[in-house]
């Protein structure tokens, strides 16, 4: 009786051994990567080394931006920029993330064609990223174009990858949509009138 316990035993731990190998190697999967630049997928965590325009006309404005940024303890970084994250613009309203050059002429007449509409923007936000190699050209975008005037709108250099993540590589400037929940409505490259935009500003 002891001798067919025992080889039971014996014969079951083989099959022990391979269900705990079973579980290590579920385990250590790695998790699936996701697609940032798909219809639906979600916002990747950000961080926006945004410009403080410091221009007489934007004093106001760039005050009222401090004082939110500061009730949510985001960290200072000199005076010139200052962190900005996905948490910073999360209002429920619709986001639109605009990739760009400082250097463009099509990012140019976008950024133009924002500023005479920018009424629309009642709860929507705007956050115009460009990659860090063209940080030194941000400050005289942002006062050319009063960014700081506008309390809806946000500019600065990438410093956590978004390019990498949602740039699709076809034109400049790239506007991605995000919904209130942050999921990607819309993708635009290239020059995009208005009137396309305007369905999705609130």
Same mark, same amino acid.
């Given at each position: 009786?002891?001798?067919?316990?025992?080889?039971?035993?014996?014969?079951?731990?083989?099959?022990?051994?391979?269900?705990?190998?079973?579980?290590?190697?579920?385990?250590? %999967?790695?998790?699936? %990567?996701?697609?940032?630049?798909?219809?639906?997928?979600?916002?990747?965590?950000?961080?926006?080394?945004?410009?403080?325009?410091?221009?007489?006309?934007?004093?106001?404005?760039?005050?009222?931006?401090?004082?939110?940024?500061?009730?949510?303890?985001?960290?200072?970084?000199?005076?010139?920029?200052?962190?900005?994250?996905?948490?910073?613009?999360?209002?429920?309203?619709?986001?639109?993330?605009?990739?760009?050059?400082?250097?463009?002429?099509?990012?140019?007449?976008?950024?133009?064609?924002?500023?005479?509409?920018?009424?629309?923007?009642?709860?929507?936000?705007?956050?115009?990223?460009?990659?860090?190699?063209?940080?030194?050209?941000?400050?005289?975008?942002?006062?050319?174009?009063?960014?700081?005037?506008?309390?809806?709108?946000?500019?600065?250099?990438?410093?956590?990858?978004?390019?990498?993540?949602?740039?699709?590589?076809?034109?400049?400037?790239?506007?991605?949509?995000?919904?209130?929940?942050?999921?990607?409505?819309?993708?635009?490259?290239?020059?995009?009138?208005?009137?396309?935009?305007?369905?999705?500003?609130?």
């Amino acid at each position: 009786m002891l001798r067919k316990t025992l080889l039971a035993v014996l014969l079951s731990l083989p099959a022990l051994s391979q269900a705990q190998q079973d579980v290590k190697t579920t385990q250590n %999967n790695p998790q699936p %990567n996701i697609d940032y630049k798909q219809p639906g997928a979600p916002l990747p965590p950000f961080i926006v080394m945004a410009y403080n325009d410091t221009s007489a006309k934007g004093k106001e404005n760039l005050k009222k931006k401090e004082r939110r940024r500061s009730a949510k303890n985001v960290d200072s970084t000199g005076g010139t920029y200052t962190v900005l994250t996905e948490k910073d613009l999360d209002n429920g309203a619709n986001l639109l993330v605009m990739m760009f050059n400082p250097t463009c002429l099509h990012c140019e007449d976008v950024t133009f064609m924002m500023e005479k509409n920018i009424s629309d923007f009642k709860r929507s936000k705007v956050v115009l990223v460009a990659s860090k190699p063209m940080a030194e050209y941000l400050p005289d975008f942002a006062q050319r174009h009063h960014i700081a005037s506008y309390p809806a709108m946000y500019i600065g250099w990438d410093s956590s990858r978004i390019i990498d993540n949602v740039y699709l590589y076809q034109a400049l400037p790239q506007i991605n949509i995000y919904d209130g929940k942050r999921n990607l409505l819309k993708t635009y490259t290239g020059e995009v009138p208005i009137d396309t935009l305007r369905k999705y500003i609130e």
